[in-house]
C-alpha cells in the first residue's frame, strides 16, 4: 500500500518504471528506433531532394508558360523546335513576352587542373527576362560582349574554384566544348541528378560554343502573360493554334513533368522508397522483440495484478504506453542525427536536401505507428496468458 501511495503522490507511470528497469534493454531499443528513423530520413530526404533538385532552373525561370517539343523527355534529353513559335505565341491578346532557350550540355575545363566535365549550359538573349532575380538583368548585361558566361556558384567543386577565383578579382577563363571563355558573373542556381553544374551564356555566344546547333531552333521558349491572364485558358488556347511539333504547358506543369520523369521513368524513387520502407521493418521487428521480452518478463506481475482484479484494458494500457514512450524517446536523436545528417549531404554534394516540417511529421507517425503497431502485437501475449497456469 505504501509503494502504491508513492507512486501515486509523484505519479511515476508503471510503463516508465517497467521501461528503466533493464537501463540498457531501453537503450538498445532507443538505439534500434533512432536507427530507423534515420534511415527513413535520409532514404524520404535523398527522394525528395532527387525531385527538388532536378528543377532548380526550372523554378526560377521568369515565365508563366513553357514551350518545349512533345519529343523531350526530360532536361537531360531535350529536343529542338523552331524559334517562330515563340512568335506565333505573340499573336495571342494574353502573350507580353517571350524568351527564346537554348539547353544543352558541353564540355567544361576545370581553369585549375584541366579536367573536363560535363555541363549545363543555358543560351538566352540578355535583352530578354529569363530569371526571377532582381539582380539578374544587370549580370545579363554583361553578357552582351562575345565570348562571356555566368557561372554557377553552386555547382559541384569538380568544375573548379571559380566563384573563389571570380569574387577575389581574379580573371576567370576557361574553355567550354574547346573554345575560349571568360566568366564574366556570378549566379546561384544549383546542380541537380541531372547536371552537377550550370552556365548561362548568349544566344550568340552558345551558338559559337554549338555549332551543330541548328541557329533556328531552341529548346525551350518562355512566354510571359498580362497580369491577372487564366493560365489554364491560354494554354488550351495555344496548343489549339499552334503546330505539333511543340507543346505549351504552364510553369508548374513544365516542373511536374520534369519531376514525374524522375518518378516514373527511373527506378531511383522506388530505390529510396523501398529503403525506408526496409528501415519502417527493421524498426518494428527492434521494438517488437523489446516489447515482447518485457512482457514475457512480467508476466508474473501482470497475471497477479489480474488475479487482484485488475481488469486487462488497463494492463493492455501499460504496453501500449511503453510502446508511446520509445516512439518519442526513439525519434527525438533520430530528428537530430537527420539533420546534422542533411547539412553534411548539403555541403558535400550541394543538393537541396532540407529537413521539411511535412516529411518531419511523416517520419514521426511511422514512428509512433511502428511503435504502437509492434506493442500491439506484443500484447497478445498478455491477453492469451492465463492467471492459473502461469502460478
Known amino acids: 500500500m505504501e509503494l502504491n501511495n508513492f507512486f501515486k503522490k509523484r505519479k511515476i507511470p508503471l510503463a516508465w518504471l517497467l521501461l528503466t528497469r533493464q537501463p540498457l534493454r531501453i537503450l538498445v531499443a532507443i538505439a534500434g528506433i533512432a536507427f530507423a528513423g534515420i534511415l527513413m530520413f535520409m532514404q524520404l530526404g535523398f527522394r525528395d531532394g532527387l525531385f527538388d533538385a532536378s528543377v532548380t532552373v526550372h523554378k526560377l525561370f521568369d515565365a508563366d508558360l513553357v514551350l518545349i517539343s512533345p519529343r523531350s523527355k526530360s532536361s537531360i534529353s531535350m529536343s529542338g523546335f523552331p524559334r517562330r513559335r515563340l512568335v506565333q505565341a505573340m499573336a495571342h491578346r494574353d502573350v507580353i513576352g517571350t524568351t527564346s532557350v537554348n539547353w544543352n550540355f558541353l564540355l567544361w575545363r576545370n581553369p585549375?587542373?584541366?579536367?573536363?566535365?560535363?555541363?549545363?549550359?543555358?543560351?538566352?538573349?540578355?535583352?530578354?527576362?529569363?530569371?526571377?532575380?532582381?539582380?539578374?538583368?544587370?549580370?545579363?548585361?554583361?553578357?552582351?560582349?562575345?565570348?562571356?558566361?555566368?557561372?554557377?556558384?553552386?555547382?559541384?567543386?569538380?568544375?573548379?574554384?571559380?566563384?573563389?577565383?571570380?569574387?577575389?578579382?581574379?580573371?576567370?577563363?576557361?574553355?567550354?566544348?574547346?573554345?575560349?571563355?571568360?566568366v564574366s558573373g556570378i549566379v546561384s542556381l544549383g546542380p541537380s541528378f541531372g547536371a552537377d553544374g550550370n552556365l548561362i551564356t548568349s544566344s550568340e555566344t552558345y551558338l559559337e560554343l554549338s555549332p551543330g546547333n541548328p541557329k533556328g531552333s531552341i529548346e525551350i521558349g518562355l512566354v510571359r502573360l498580362k497580369k491577372g491572364s487564366d493560365i489554364d485558358k491560354v494554354v488550351r488556347s495555344l496548343n489549339l493554334s499552334l503546330p505539333s511539333d511543340v507543346k505549351v504547358m504552364s510553369l508548374k506543369s513544365f516542373i511536374d513533368f520534369e519531376k514525374n520523369y524522375w518518378k516514373s521513368s527511373t527506378s531511383i524513387g522506388f530505390i529510396f522508397t523501398l529503403g525506408a520502407a526496409m528501415g519502417f521493418i527493421v524498426g518494428c521487428v527492434i521494438v517488437y522483440q523489446i516489447l515482447y521480452s518485457d512482457v514475457s518478463d512480467h508476466l508474473p506481475e501482470y497475471a497477479t495484478l489480474m488475479a487482484m482484479g485488475y481488469n486487462l484494458r488497463s494492463l493492455l494500457g501499460v504496453v501500449a504506453r511503453e510502446g508511446f514512450i520509445l516512439s518519442?524517446?526513439?525519434?527525438?536523436?533520430?530528428?537530430?542525427?537527420?539533420?546534422?545528417?542533411?547539412?553534411?549531404?548539403?555541403?558535400?554534394?550541394?543538393l537541396p536536401v532540407e529537413m521539411s516540417f511535412s516529411r518531419a511529421s511523416i517520419i514521426f507517425c511511422l514512428i509512433l505507428f511502428m511503435c504502437m503497431g509492434s506493442a500491439l502485437a506484443a500484447m497478445k501475449k498478455l491477453a492469451d496468458a492465463d492467471p492459473a497456469e502461469i502460478f
Open 112 to 182: 585549375e587542373n584541366l579536367s573536363t566535365r560535363s555541363i549545363l549550359a543555358l543560351g538566352f538573349e540578355p535583352s530578354k527576362p529569363l530569371l526571377r532575380d532582381s539582380d539578374f538583368e544587370r549580370k545579363a548585361n554583361t553578357l552582351k560582349n562575345k565570348g562571356r558566361v555566368l557561372f554557377d556558384d553552386l555547382s559541384r567543386d569538380e568544375f573548379g574554384p571559380i566563384s573563389l577565383w571570380f569574387k577575389s578579382g581574379r580573371l576567370v577563363e576557361t574553355e567550354v566544348a574547346g573554345k575560349r571563355v571568360r
Open 328 to 350: 518519442i524517446m526513439g525519434y527525438i536523436p533520430a530528428y537530430i542525427s537527420g539533420q546534422a545528417l542533411y547539412a553534411l549531404v548539403r555541403s558535400s554534394t550541394k
